[in-house]
């Protein structure tokens, strides 16, 4: 590689001013979330205030989501970015676009892994949310996979206890609903 100034360079100052291109590339994309934050914020409340009808504030998601799924890459892998793709797969559930919303928390599934228990407790909704799609699938098998292992981090939650009753149930399996 050439430098204009001093006409060959070494691998070191390569490295330095790549760094420096996904130094750059870090703060841009953190800037943009930072500003799609505001900007999704902005846009909840005029939906919640009757100022914005809710297909346009699914778009306003959708946007979000896609800008999401796309800084991850930026950012590098990290605690912040597994958070930030979870985020991302649940506003594609919310807005209905399940095969996305499976696309993007799957992929969750070997990070989530690696954590520690108390750590994965963070992310007891991606199973919930894994097992809603499936159960809406009718493959009950999965469904009852995923809500096992979110109610196995979160066992309190009544919500998702009833959410596998019902799974038991469509499955046949009415000794296990109850």
């Given at each position: 590689m050439l430098d204009s100034d001093h006409g060959l360079i070494g691998p070191r100052k390569v490295i330095c001013r790549f760094m420096e291109k996904s130094e750059d590339n870090k703060s841009r994309a953190r800037l943009i979330i930072n500003v799609l934050v505001w900007a999704f914020l902005i846009a909840y409340f005029a939906y919640s205030n009757g100022y914005l009808e809710k297909p346009v504030f699914d778009d306003a998601k959708r946007v979000v989501a896609d800008v999401l799924v796309?800084?991850?890459d930026a950012f590098g892998s990290s605690s912040s970015t597994l958070r930030v793709q979870v985020e991302a797969g649940k506003l594609y559930f919310d807005i209905g676009d399940n095969e996305r919303a499976l696309d993007v928390l799957e992929a969750t599934l070997p990070r989530i892994a690696q954590l520690d228990n108390v750590q994965q407790r963070r992310y007891a909704s991606v199973f919930f949310v894994l097992g809603?799609?499936?159960?809406?699938?009718?493959?009950?098998?999965?469904?009852?996979?995923?809500?096992?292992?979110?109610?196995?981090?979160?066992?309190?939650?009544?919500?998702?206890?009833?959410?596998?009753?019902?799974?038991y149930t469509k499955a046949g399996k009415q000794s296990q609903a109850r």
């Open positions: 796309k800084s991850i809603e799609i499936e159960a809406e699938k009718a493959l009950f098998k999965r469904a009852e996979d995923f809500f096992v292992r979110g109610l196995g981090l979160e066992p309190q939650n009544f919500h998702y206890q009833l959410c596998l009753g019902d799974v």
